[in-house]
């Protein structure tokens, strides 16, 4: 049994931010580098990029630059869990779960809408925070590598309803 982890990544937005992202819980690439989605085969910051027609790549930017990417184009972004056991990067062994108050962004800002990338984000959005905060969260397939089935212009083309509330 793995010891529990508690998330130490602090949630981006400002109070301009329109729509949020939550994950699930970050990975251990992620954990490392202090930011979400760390690794550089996740396809989200590629996925942003296409979107919001961003020249170049996010992947490989600074943390300092992708915040201001997410803030400039009015996202939010966090995960739906606090604090877990995980065994490495595996969303399927996560147990013991404790939920993040998202209550603090949706306090301080106009979410006009509320996503989840992939079915583990879904799960426990749907579990753990929408009895509280009551708000219906849209599932978007997962950008990360594990998730073989969805090509990147398959993401790109499903992820791309985000960009309507953003305007």
């Known amino acids: 049994m793995s010891n529990i982890i508690t998330h130490p990544i602090s949630p981006v937005y400002n109070q301009n931010s329109s729509i949020l992202i939550l994950g699930s819980f970050p990975s251990i690439k992620s954990r490392e580098t202090m930011f979400f989605y760390g690794h550089p085969q996740n396809r989200f910051w590629q996925v942003l990029a296409a979107i919001f027609e961003h020249s170049s790549n996010l992947s490989q930017a ?28 595996s969303d399927s062994s996560i147990n013991n779960v404790k939920a993040n108050n998202i209550s603090v962004i949706l306090n301080s800002c106009n979410i006009k809408q509320i996503f989840v990338n992939g079915r583990t984000a879904a799960q426990q959005y749907k579990k753990l925070l929408l009895p509280y905060v009551n708000r219906a969260a849209i599932y978007l397939p997962s950008t990360s590598s594990a998730n073989a089935a969805w090509s990147l212009p398959q993401l790109i083309d499903a992820w791309s309803q985000i960009k309507s509330f953003t305007i």
Do not use: E, M, R
């Open 62 to 89: 600074s943390i300092k630059t992708k915040k201001s990417f997410l803030l400039q184009n009015h996202i939010a972004l966090w995960d739906v869990i606090a604090s877990c056991n995980v065994c490495g990067s």
